[in-house]
């Protein structure tokens, strides 16, 4: 069950990170639109809505996730940038993911939302000084100071993470 949740594993972070770990992660953001739909382009409805385990959320759902998790992150940066440490507002993603968007809407919709956002964010980032990375958020669930360099790596794991949930469905399915 644990390869199921967590094919790569949990995050794994360096304690210190380098440019060359930023400049991975931008890269797996960038890319990472364009994958997600080249993966789950030709899929039926009826593949799109099979859950990529027992109890998990179904393909759609995972798309319409990436998409509404990683505007909050960029959204999370914008403000880590332009206030003093702020106390981020957390959503429930597992509510989001059973919302009527989440569960019947075309997924294209998302896929082009993270085109769109991933562009814009990898632009940002690639423009942040070694200050800006330096600055931190409060997650209110208990993570103090999340460094905006450690978040890049965060949502580069997200990427890839969430991917290989469908990969792996698709392998064990046949599709």
Same mark, same amino acid.
């Given at each position: 069950?644990?390869?199921?949740?967590?094919?790569?594993?949990?995050?794994?972070?360096?304690?210190?990170?380098?440019?060359?770990?930023?400049?991975?992660?931008?890269?797996?953001?960038?890319?990472?639109?364009?994958?997600? /739909? #080249?993966?789950? +382009?030709? !899929?039926?409805?009826?593949?799109?809505?099979?859950? @990529?385990?027992?109890? %998990?959320? $179904?393909?759609?759902?995972?798309?319409?996730?990436?998409?509404?998790?990683?505007?909050?992150?960029?959204?999370?940066?914008?403000?880590?940038?332009?206030?003093?440490?702020?106390?981020?507002?957390?959503?429930?993603?597992?509510?989001?993911?059973?919302?009527?968007?989440?569960?019947?809407?075309?997924? /294209? #919709?998302?896929? +082009?939302? !993270?085109?769109?956002?991933?562009?814009?964010?990898? @632009?940002?980032?690639? %423009?942040? $000084?070694?200050?800006?990375?330096?600055?931190?958020?409060?997650?209110?669930?208990?993570?103090?100071?999340?460094?905006?360099?450690?978040?890049?790596?965060?949502?580069?794991?997200?990427?890839?993470?969430?991917?290989?949930?469908?990969?792996?469905?698709?392998?064990?399915?046949?599709?």
């Amino acid at each position: 069950m644990y390869e199921l949740k967590y094919p790569i594993g949990k995050p794994t972070i360096p304690e210190k990170i380098s440019t060359k770990d930023i400049s991975e992660w931008i890269t797996i953001l960038e890319d990472f639109p364009n994958r997600l /739909e #080249l993966l789950v +382009n030709n !899929l039926s409805e009826k593949q799109l809505d099979t859950p @990529y385990r027992d109890g %998990g959320w $179904t393909i759609r759902q995972v798309v319409h996730h990436c998409a509404d998790s990683h505007h909050n992150s960029y959204t999370r940066f914008k403000w880590a940038l332009t206030e003093d440490k702020p106390v981020i507002k957390a959503y429930y993603e597992d509510r989001w993911a059973e919302l009527f968007d989440s569960k019947s809407a075309p997924i /294209e #919709l998302s896929l +082009n939302s !993270l085109k769109a956002l991933h562009a814009k964010w990898v @632009y940002f980032l690639k %423009g942040l $000084t070694v200050d800006d990375l330096n600055k931190n958020f409060i997650h209110p669930d208990g993570f103090e100071d999340v460094g905006l360099k450690e978040n890049i790596g965060i949502y580069a794991w997200h990427c890839n993470h969430h991917y290989a949930h469908i990969e792996n469905l698709l392998k064990r399915k046949g599709w």
